[in-house]
């Protein structure tokens, strides 16, 4: 009677906003290891984060098995999820995210924000704590906050772990206490973060992955190395500058900076693509046009086209653009993540591949890649809907050429420049080069759509600057951003 006491008391004074939209979106976490993203996807949803890819059917839904872009699944489910790679996921999936360890707040600061997001449903607080302050059974833990009582000072926590705990009221200084504590994983003391909506669309065409471990030494060398490099070398040109960068760049930079592909069941649609679809599909292709017609795009197209001529060994010459090619790793992918559940793309085999241009009722043309996966003795249909605009080419299942042009990697190092701190030509040593170069960088001048594109890929070179190479997750400052 006392807890629905508290609840009743805590509606009517109106520190109970922010429970309505988690209660609705309230799930139990899959794994014994998945509070952290049984939490964020939970957080995600009640915030109407649009995941930019669908879930099941027609449905665009968080799930756990959809967050996996800082850490892969199969490490979560064996380890956990440390603090800092669940603030690095909440970015990555589109949120805002303001992230406190203990030591750089205080419990007034956090009552504070607790009050604030409980008052308003267009936040929310996830807390990071250890449960044996609470003399629960478990260690480290994580679950979002529903609500909070100010008479008594006490917070509601919605445990994802709803096997073991139903909702419960702590006092809010015991969670402090809970949360001030050290993780003996990384070193470091848990905390809690703040989670709302962007005033920025999060990036339709590109974004940085986290996933592959081979990240840490291609943003050490983006981020520290290539500034050093700039000083040290006498650039002359803006052709010598992306010299210095490309020729050490890590070869597998591939797996740090992605273009987003949409991928979805076979059975989930024919030929015929939702006004959805074809919206964003546009949205894509046109950002993928705009960086096509920046100033920059043209100095890199000419650098790999000199490079080639030349027969330059590049660290990324082997990395190949043909459309199919890419398609049949995106589609296992594309497959693993819609078998609902963590398997090694390992496990795929791709059958088959057809690319397809469709135009219908004056729209402009689209380009979908399908293809079969084989796992085991089951076989999975999959649709990859590739951005596009208009160049000559031929495509399969039609009597005639169509316009087709995917991402490529002339476009996605200049995404990957312009994304790039802009600190780091500050080491150029020739005046009128460096504001060459400040200039071909700038986003000040750039379309709206690509603007937004680069200031959001900024904001996870922002994240990743804050992580550190040994442990990769756990020097965050806050606030994050």
């Given at each position: 009677?006392?807890?629905?006491?508290?609840?009743?008391?805590?509606?009517?004074?109106?520190?109970?906003?922010?429970?309505?939209?988690?209660?609705?979106?309230?799930?139990?976490?899959?794994?014994?290891?998945?509070?952290?993203?049984?939490?964020?996807?939970?957080?995600?949803?009640?915030?109407?984060?649009?995941?930019?890819?669908?879930?099941?059917?027609?449905?665009?839904?968080?799930?756990?098995?959809?967050?996996?872009?800082?850490?892969?699944?199969?490490?979560?489910?064996?380890?956990?999820?440390?603090?800092?790679?669940?603030?690095?996921?909440a970015y990555c999936a589109g949120a805002k995210v303001d992230a406190f360890r203990t030591n750089q707040s205080?419990?007034?600061?956090?009552?504070?924000?607790?009050?604030?997001?409980?008052?308003?449903?267009?936040?929310?607080?996830?807390?990071?704590?250890?449960?044996?302050?609470?003399?629960?059974?478990?260690?480290?833990?994580?679950?979002?906050?529903?609500?909070?009582?100010?008479?008594?000072?006490?917070?509601?926590?919605?445990?994802?772990?709803?096997?073991?705990?139903?909702?419960?009221?702590?006092?809010?200084?015991?969670?402090?206490?809970?949360?001030?504590?050290?993780?003996?994983?990384?070193?470091?003391?848990?905390?809690?973060?703040?989670?709302?909506?962007?005033?920025?669309?999060?990036?339709?065409?590109?974004?940085?992955?986290?996933?592959?471990?081979?990240?840490?030494?291609?943003?050490?060398?983006?981020?520290?190395?290539?500034?050093?490099?700039?000083?040290?070398?006498?650039?002359?040109?803006?052709?010598?500058?992306?010299?210095?960068?490309?020729?050490?760049?890590?070869?597998?930079?591939?797996?740090?900076?992605?273009?987003?592909?949409?991928?979805?069941?076979?059975?989930?649609?024919?030929?015929?693509?939702?006004?959805?679809?074809?919206?964003?599909?546009?949205?894509?292709?046109?950002?993928?046009?705009?960086?096509?017609?920046?100033?920059?795009?043209?100095?890199?197209?000419?650098?790999?086209?000199?490079?080639?001529?030349?027969?330059?060994?590049?660290?990324?010459?082997?990395?190949?653009?043909?459309?199919?090619?890419?398609?049949?790793?995106?589609?296992?992918?594309?497959?693993?993540?819609?078998?609902?559940?963590?398997?090694?793309?390992?496990?795929?085999?791709?059958?088959?591949?057809?690319?397809?241009?469709?135009?219908?009722?004056?729209?402009?043309?689209?380009?979908?890649?399908?293809?079969?996966?084989?796992?085991?003795?089951?076989?999975?249909?999959?649709?990859?809907?590739?951005?596009?605009?208009?160049?000559?080419?031929?495509?399969?299942?039609?009597?005639?050429?169509?316009?087709?042009?995917?991402?490529?990697?002339?476009?996605?190092?200049?995404?990957?420049?312009?994304?790039?701190?802009?600190?780091?030509?500050?080491?150029?040593?020739?005046?009128?080069?460096?504001?060459?170069?400040?200039?071909?960088?700038?986003?000040?001048?750039?379309?709206?759509?690509?603007?937004?594109?680069?200031?959001?890929?900024?904001?996870?070179?922002?994240?990743?600057?804050?992580?550190?190479?040994?442990?990769?997750?756990?020097?965050?400052?806050?606030?994050?951003?």
């Open positions: 009677m006392e807890l629905q006491q508290l609840f009743i008391e805590a509606i009517q004074s109106g520190t109970m906003e922010g429970f309505y939209k988690l209660i609705s979106y309230f799930q139990t976490q899959s794994e014994p290891a998945y509070c952290g993203l049984a939490t964020l996807s939970m957080v995600l949803n009640a915030l109407a984060i649009d995941p930019g890819r669908k879930w099941k059917g027609p449905w665009r839904w968080f799930d756990e098995t959809m967050l996996d872009c800082c850490e892969p699944l199969e490490k979560v489910k064996a380890d956990g999820i440390s603090f800092g790679k669940l603030v690095c996921l205080t419990i007034e600061e956090f009552r504070k924000y607790v009050m604030a997001c409980s008052t308003s449903d267009d936040c929310h607080v996830i807390s990071s704590y250890h449960r044996g302050t609470f003399k629960q059974t478990g260690t480290g833990h994580f679950s979002p906050i529903g609500g909070y009582h100010a008479g008594r000072d006490m917070a509601l926590i919605l445990d994802v772990a709803r096997f073991k705990y139903p909702p419960h009221w702590v006092p809010l200084p015991l969670l402090w206490e809970a949360m001030n504590n050290i993780d003996e994983t990384t070193g470091h003391r848990r905390g809690f973060m703040l989670i709302s909506r962007p005033q920025r669309a999060p990036a339709l065409l590109y974004t940085l992955s986290c996933k592959h471990e081979s990240w840490v030494s291609t943003a050490k060398y983006l981020m520290d190395d290539v500034p050093v490099l700039l000083r040290s070398d006498n650039v002359k040109d803006i052709d010598k500058v992306l010299n210095v960068v490309f020729t050490s760049l890590p070869s597998n930079f591939g797996e740090f900076i992605k273009w987003v592909a949409e991928v979805r069941r076979q059975e989930d649609g024919d030929q015929n693509l939702s006004q959805e679809e074809k919206g964003r599909l546009a949205f894509k292709a046109e950002v993928l046009n705009q960086v096509q017609k920046v100033d920059l795009f043209k100095h890199v197209t000419k650098y790999l086209s000199s490079a080639n001529s030349c027969c330059t060994k590049l660290p990324f010459s082997g990395h190949k653009d043909n459309l199919p090619d890419i398609a049949a790793s995106v589609c296992c992918q594309g497959a693993e993540f819609l078998a609902g559940k963590y398997v090694s793309s390992n496990g795929f085999c791709f059958k088959e591949t057809c690319v397809k241009c469709f135009k219908a009722n004056g729209d402009r043309p689209i380009t979908v890649v399908s293809g079969t996966v084989v796992n085991g003795n089951s076989e999975q249909g999959v649709d990859v809907l590739v951005p596009s605009f208009p160049t000559k080419v031929g495509c399969c299942g039609s009597g005639s050429n169509c316009t087709r042009m995917h991402p490529a990697v002339d476009d996605v190092l200049t995404a990957l420049l312009l994304a790039l701190p802009i600190d780091t030509w500050s080491g150029i040593k020739d005046e009128k080069l460096l504001q060459e170069m400040y200039r071909l960088v700038s986003t000040e001048n750039l379309p709206t759509l690509l603007q937004e594109e680069v200031l959001h890929l900024r904001g996870q070179f922002l994240v990743l600057k804050r992580c550190q190479v040994n442990k990769v997750d756990d020097e965050l400052a806050a606030p994050l951003l």
